[in-house]
């Protein structure tokens, strides 16, 4: 697919692109609207957050999964001085987070620090109903703007928080956003931002073309779109699977 120049190098991926290289494949597109460059920009915003926050696409987006910010936590063998609930901000990075992708780990060890586990995620009601002694926390809940730990901490454990980052855009600047994901999506982005601007258009004849180009057909399920196309990229990454051989043996009565 011709674009414009890459905007850098991306070692894992070969080269990146920003959003303003994209901009006159999209109104190529779509019927070489050259007045609507600025539009198309917004276009391709609106296609890459929309592409990247899908929940069914999460997997295949790895460039945006993050660490937080370590935090530890305030502990105590008394209840009266353990800390069970902290507030957001001090484990997750403002501005970044994208819904529903939270997970958080436990160093085990402190003040070491060497050895971690996954919490489980529970509810606050079900936090409420276990006996309030603290302890090495399992869990942790969602509370408001507050994340508690079940049960509450007995030491200073260290935490660290991992999730899904929404895509940057640099809003000062919308064409020099960089493109973080694979090369591989940037056709899909381009699409997506031409289904926009044919909608935005009242061109819908034109969008449904496009809708199908993107998702496939209902009527044709073996016809998958573009984006079922590309997922499952780390079921994809094993593809390297060890096998036991299986030797075949003739046997002395057959023929040929």
Same mark, same amino acid.
């Given at each position: 697919?011709?674009?414009?120049?890459?905007?850098?190098?991306?070692?894992?991926?070969?080269?990146?692109?920003?959003?303003?290289?994209?901009?006159?494949?999209?109104?190529?597109?779509?019927?070489?609207?050259?007045?609507?460059?600025?539009?198309?920009?917004?276009? @391709?915003? %609106?296609?890459? *957050?929309?592409? !990247?926050?899908?929940?069914?696409? &999460? /997997?295949?987006?790895?460039?945006?999964?993050?660490?937080?910010?370590?935090?530890?936590?305030?502990?105590?063998?008394?209840?009266?001085?353990?800390?069970?609930?902290?507030?957001?901000?001090?484990?997750?990075?403002?501005?970044?987070?994208?819904?529903?992708?939270?997970?958080?780990?436990?160093?085990?060890?402190?003040?070491?620090?060497?050895?971690?586990?996954?919490?489980?995620?529970?509810?606050?009601?079900?936090?409420?109903?276990?006996?309030?002694?603290?302890?090495?926390?399992?869990?942790?809940?969602?509370?408001?703007?507050?994340?508690?730990?079940?049960?509450?901490?007995?030491?200073?454990?260290?935490?660290?928080?991992?999730?899904?980052?929404?895509?940057? @855009?640099? %809003?000062?600047? *919308?064409?020099? !956003?960089?493109?973080?994901?694979? &090369? /591989?999506?940037?056709?899909?982005?381009?699409?997506?931002?031409?289904?926009?601007?044919?909608?935005?258009?009242?061109?819908?004849?034109?969008?449904?073309?496009?809708?199908?180009?993107?998702?496939?057909?209902?009527?044709?399920?073996?016809?998958?779109?573009?984006?079922?196309?590309?997922?499952?990229?780390?079921?994809?990454?094993?593809?390297?699977?060890?096998?036991?051989?299986?030797?075949?043996?003739?046997?002395?009565?057959?023929?040929?």
């Amino acid at each position: 697919m011709p674009v414009g120049s890459p905007s850098g190098a991306q070692p894992q991926f070969g080269t990146q692109f920003a959003i303003g290289d994209l901009v006159n494949e999209v109104l190529l597109r779509c019927g070489n609207r050259t007045t609507d460059a600025a539009r198309a920009s917004i276009w @391709i915003r %609106d296609a890459l *957050l929309e592409i !990247t926050a899908d929940v069914d696409l &999460r /997997d295949e987006f790895d460039e945006l999964e993050i660490y937080g910010t370590p935090f530890c936590l305030t502990g105590s063998i008394s209840a009266a001085a353990s800390v069970q609930e902290y507030a957001f901000a001090n484990i997750v990075p403002s501005g970044s987070y994208n819904m529903s992708t939270l997970d958080i780990m436990l160093f085990t060890d402190p003040p070491t620090n060497s050895n971690r586990i996954r919490l489980n995620t529970t509810s606050y009601q079900d936090a409420d109903r276990i006996n309030p002694f603290p302890g090495q926390p399992t869990k942790w809940y969602r509370f408001n703007d507050l994340i508690g730990f079940s049960p509450t901490p007995d030491k200073n454990y260290k935490i660290i928080s991992r999730l899904y980052q929404m895509h940057p @855009i640099n %809003d000062g600047n *919308l064409n020099a !956003t960089i493109i973080l994901i694979a &090369r /591989d999506w940037i056709e899909v982005i381009v699409y997506a931002a031409v289904l926009r601007a044919f909608i935005e258009t009242e061109e819908y004849e034109k969008a449904q073309g496009v809708r199908t180009l993107l998702y496939g057909d209902p009527k044709y399920p073996e016809r998958v779109g573009l984006i079922e196309a590309r997922k499952k990229r780390r079921m994809r990454e094993n593809w390297r699977r060890q096998g036991a051989l299986r030797p075949t043996i003739r046997r002395y009565g057959s023929r040929g």
